[in-house]
């Protein structure tokens, strides 16, 4: 997951460079600052303790969702071509279902007392 996660950040990458200045360093800026932090939590929730997962994978949620929005404003606004809309949020939907799955998973493997 965390290598699913890693290939959509390089495209956002791409697109990124592609904005411009003005845009860039605005929204864009915001949507990068968020793909780090959803790889961040990916990362914790990869390597946290069994007991800390799940507030891990909470986070790492949360993470994919704001990320899905603004990727989506950003189409909106017309700040990135349709292809790479398209790629970016099979990206994001696809690694918010692994999370979804592996919480789900974590749950039922061990439920909250």
């Not at 990124?16 to 200045?21: C, E, L, T, V």
């Not at 780090?36 to 891990?56: E, F, G, T």
């Not at 279902?97 to 974590?106: A, E, H, S």
């Amino acid at each position: 997951m965390l290598e699913r996660a890693k290939a959509a950040y390089k495209i956002w990458l791409v697109v990124h460079r592609k904005m411009a200045r003005s845009e860039r360093f605005g929204i864009g800026d915001r949507i990068d600052v968020l793909w780090l932090d959803l790889l961040d939590s990916l990362r914790k929730a990869a390597y946290a303790p069994i007991n800390q997962k799940l507030s891990a994978l909470e986070e790492a949620i949360r993470a994919v969702d704001v990320v899905r929005f603004f990727i989506q404003v950003a189409w909106e606004s017309e700040l990135m071509a349709q292809s790479h809309f398209i790629s970016l949020g099979k990206d994001v939907e696809e690694i918010g279902r692994m999370v979804g799955g592996w919480k789900k998973g974590l749950l039922t493997k061990n439920p909250p007392r």
